[in-house]
């Protein structure tokens, strides 16, 4: 083989690499609709997985993986040993679970129960002082079991969560990374100006100006032609307010990634990609299906502009630029309040976490610092710490037509969530250790800040909704089993342990594996405050304010706070960083060996390669799991001190709950639980009054839930838009 061949032969390699990226995303569809018809097929009180199987061209195991309520009782004996089944998306939450019965345990130490505990032990679902009584006490105090991990786990988990190491290897682990630590700025942010751009009618408002544009085909290049020849002195950050414009091509792709890669890649004389300046490590231009960021420089200058969706604050519900930009004025207003130095940066992110920054003390415990804890500890708490519970519960565990669909959305939630988090360096507790601890300290431990290596039971006679997150196929997957006498190995932080052994119906088995504990502090609380009073103060003047155009401006800027705190929240998680880059098509020998190709176009290939944890000063994944663990226990039951009253869903009967998604309830009926607007509490978004076909897919859900809230408001306004 010559030169010529061999060029020529890559060229074809190439092309038949691109015809199978189409056709795999003709077959994804067609497997999503075959695992939604086995679905539907599992409700069949008589369907037969090995029936079902010839006839979907899958394997038994397989089948069983899509609609776990087909396992055949041979698979769910103690004495069958099966392999895993293999990870696949599921749409909806099936029926059951199958039954699995773990080793019996060695008896161990037994926890007090968790009624009636003192104002001092308060779970991190509420605020202190205030004990947390159930509504019903327990029949027998709920057991903690202190169980070797050396255990083995059920052949039939579908995924094995990553533990701790015994010995000094695991030890090595329970620490701070050398050397890396949060700290307070000693410097301040530099204002970007901005513009506000509606690429569907072309309006442009800068400053106190607008401006019409031509937009043409809406590329990249006709955008930063328009905006830099109407505001010759150029700006460095443009919001996209509506129009997408990165979706305009969106048909010539098989996935809206390749889309957006394209056009953010396509070439524009006189620009390039930004490589960043100074100490600025934003650079490069950022892949997402719906909210990209386009980063570009001049040739031969020092002018750079970033390209960005607003979506990425909130949804503009429809608001035209000038409203757009009044809004991120207020916001801009209501953070100087309380941070003189405030910036609005390019993201909610970006902006929450450094204000974040400019709360850590100056003098104190911590003045020189949070440690950021070893990089072992972090992709520990990464694999085993979930965040918004997402859960559709289907046929014949709900009415195959709904009495109603009411939803109940809990206000700025994880707000709600802030006052505790754990500080300093944690302790590892071994079974050995919590067995040898008196009642009063187990019972401290676990209403402290902690996260925990559990073997659950669900009890016998249990008719309600699950309470702990396991392990389910695909990656980083939470199911939570809910059928009596499931036995199930995961981790879980204290608020929910805690509501497994105080819950009103009956006190769930948990045995103790192992576990990390640390101090509690307050590291968020000044900062979740100054966010809250800032929400509550534009919320004031969406709800009063007499200008309805100024409504709607505080309305959005209240949702940009929200913004803030939820994904300043989620930048602590620091998930390990994922590089996406292109590479021209005819340098493509120069693509990174581990790199995954992720889009194409007839002139640069998109790919993208893990590169691992970061050295980020500011990562503290373990107050991330505190607050999302908090925030999914009171999906389940929070104690309202004002009203003397517990919501949630475990004080809805049984059989009521149709779906979780993250800080929302969809029940079939509707709840007399009282609403003050303060964050946490259940407002009453959606009702939609029946019969309703049960959902079984998120689009459904989703269409359903727009379609209540659609209904309430016209109930509440007299029919008015």
């Not at 779970?123 to 004990?131: G, I």
């Not at 905006?227 to 048909?251: K, L, M, Q, S």
Request: charged residues 20%; contains cysteine.
């Amino acid at each position: 083989m010559d030169s010529k061949t061999y060029t020529a032969a890559l060229a074809e390699l190439r092309s038949l690499r691109d015809e199978i990226k189409k056709k795999q995303a003709e077959v994804a569809k067609l497997e999503a609709q075959r695992a939604r018809r086995i679905s539907a097929l599992a409700g069949y009180e008589k369907a037969k997985a090995d029936r079902i199987a010839p006839a979907s061209g899958l394997s038994l195991a397989e089948v069983v993986a899509i609609a776990p309520i087909l396992t055949p009782d041979s698979l769910t004996s103690p004495a069958q040993t099966a392999p895993p089944p293999p990870a696949r998306e599921v749409h909806a939450q099936p029926a059951e679970e199958p039954v699995v019965q773990a080793p019996a345990a060695t008896p161990g130490a037994v926890a007090p129960s968790m009624t009636g505990v003192s104002p001092q032990a308060t779970s991190a679902t509420q605020a202190p002082p205030d004990p947390a009584p159930t509504d019903t006490p327990p029949a027998s105090p709920p057991a903690v079991t202190a169980t070797p991990p050396s255990l083995p786990e059920s052949p039939q988990a579908p995924r094995s969560l990553p533990s701790l190491p015994e010995g000094a290897e695991g030890d090595r682990w329970v620490g701070h990374t050398a050397n890396l630590a949060s700290t307070r700025p000693n410097f301040t942010q530099q204002a970007r100006s901005t513009a506000f751009l509606d690429t569907a009618t072309g309006m442009l408002v800068y400053r106190d100006q607008t401006h019409h544009l031509e937009l043409g085909s809406r590329l990249a290049a006709d955008i930063l032609q328009g905006v830099f020849h109407a505001i010759p002195d150029g700006v460095e950050r443009i919001y996209i307010t509506a129009g997408d414009p990165w979706h305009h091509d969106a048909g010539r792709y098989p996935f809206l990634r390749d889309a957006v890669a394209a056009w953010l890649n396509a070439p524009i004389p006189g620009w390039r990609t930004d490589t960043g300046r100074g100490k600025d490590r934003m650079a490069g231009h950022f892949v997402h299906a719906r909210h990209p960021v386009a980063r570009f420089q001049r040739e031969g200058g020092e002018q750079h502009v970033e390209i960005r969706s607003v979506g990425e604050w909130f949804d503009p519900e429809g608001s035209d630029p000038t409203v757009i930009r009044d809004a991120f004025v207020l916001l801009w207003k209501a953070l100087r309040s309380h941070w003189p130095d405030a910036v609005i940066m390019g993201s909610p992110s970006q902006t929450g976490r450094d204000l974040w920054t400019r709360t850590i003390p100056a003098r104190g415990q911590f003045a020189d610092g949070y440690p950021v804890l070893s990089e072992e500890l972090r992709g520990l708490l990464h694999a085993t710490a979930g965040q918004g519970r997402t859960e559709l519960i289907t046929p014949p565990d709900v009415p195959e037509q709904l009495p109603a669909l009411v939803e109940y959305d809990r206000t700025f939630a994880y707000a709600k969530h802030t006052w505790k988090s754990p500080v300093g360096t944690p302790r590892r507790i071994t079974a050995a250790t919590f067995a040898s601890w008196s009642e009063k300290e187990q019972t401290k431990a676990l209403f402290g800040c902690g996260h925990w290596q559990v073997r659950v039971t669900v009890p016998d006679g249990w008719n309600h909704v699950g309470i702990l997150p396991a392990p389910a196929p695909g990656e980083r997957a939470w199911h939570y089993p809910r059928t009596p006498g499931t036995t199930f190995t995961t981790w879980a932080g204290g608020p929910e342990i805690y509501t497994a052994l105080s819950n009103p119906l009956a006190p769930w088995k948990v045995e103790i594996l192992d576990g990390l504990l640390w101090d509690d502090g307050k590291p968020l609380d000044d900062w979740s405050k100054k966010l809250k009073e800032a929400w509550a103060s534009l919320s004031a003047q969406a709800d009063l304010h007499g200008d309805p155009t100024h409504r709607q401006a505080a309305h959005l800027a209240s949702r940009a706070v929200r913004s803030l705190l939820l994904y300043g929240i989620g930048s602590f998680a620091q998930r390990p960083r994922t590089v996406t880059g292109t590479t021209p098509r005819t340098a493509e020998r120069d693509i990174p060996t581990d790199a995954e190709i992720i889009g194409f176009d007839d002139d640069h290939v998109t790919w993208q390669r893990p590169t691992g944890f970061a050295r980020d000063p500011n990562a503290h994944p373990e107050w991330a799991a505190t607050i999302w663990s908090g925030a999914r226990a009171a999906l389940l039951s929070m104690r309202m001190r004002d009203d003397n009253t517990h919501v949630g869903a475990l004080h809805a009967p049984p059989g009521t709950v149709v779906a979780f998604r993250t800080d929302a309830i969809y029940l079939t009926a509707p709840q007399n639980w009282p609403y003050h607007g303060q964050p946490g509490e259940y407002l009453h978004k959606g009702h939609l009054t029946g019969p309703v076909p049960a959902p079984t897919t998120e689009d459904e859900l989703l269409a359903l839930r727009d379609a209540g809230r659609t209904a309430l408001h016209h109930t509440r306004t007299g029919g008015d838009a």
